[in-house]
Structures are given as structure tokens and as C-alpha cells.
């Protein structure tokens, strides 16, 4: 990730734009301290998905007999 300050962002907006269309991702800082992140928005809904599945499986760690318990709630007509 590229450290870039809000003044080089701001006057050079465009290029950068057409950076993160490629991939890369930027640091907004102003005096030094950060500020902003600018990246893809397809880079934050993969980041998103794969954040999401480890939350699902960190909370299913260690919980014995949880999907059948899930499931006789679903029968049940039950709303998580």
C-alpha cells in the first residue's frame, strides 16, 4: 500500500483512480497521520467475504451439535 499525502491526492486524483483500478491501494494522510484508505471497491467485497467466513467459522469452533441445533430450529419455524 502506497502512503500518499491529502494535497498529492487531491491534485492528482484521476491517476490514482486509474491506479486502483489495477490493483493497487493508497494511504491518505494529512501532517503525517492517516487518514483515509482508497481501494477497489471488488477488493472490499472480497476482503468483506473473507472476513465474514472466518467470523462464521471462528464462531462455530468449538460449538458441539450446533448445526443440529440449527436445523431442529429451522423445522421449528424458528428466526435467528
Do not use: Y
Not at 483512480?17 to 489495477?22: F, Y
Not at 493508497?26 to 503525517?32: A, D, M, V
Not at 487518514?35 to 471462528?58: D, G, M, P, W, Y
Amino acid at each position: 500500500m502506497q502512503t500518499i499525502g491529502i494535497f498529492n491526492a487531491k491534485t492528482n486524483f484521476s491517476a490514482i483512480i486509474e491506479k486502483v483500478l489495477r490493483g493497487k491501494e493508497f494511504l491518505i494522510t494529512r501532517r503525517g497521520q492517516p487518514i483515509a484508505k482508497i481501494i477497489s471497491v471488488n477488493a472490499q467485497s472480497n476482503e468483506s467475504i473473507a472476513q465474514t467466513i472466518e467470523s462464521i467459522l471462528k464462531f462455530r469452533k468449538g460449538r458441539k451439535g450446533s448445526q443440529v441445533e440449527s436445523k431442529s430450529w429451522i423445522q421449528e419455524g424458528r428466526r435467528f
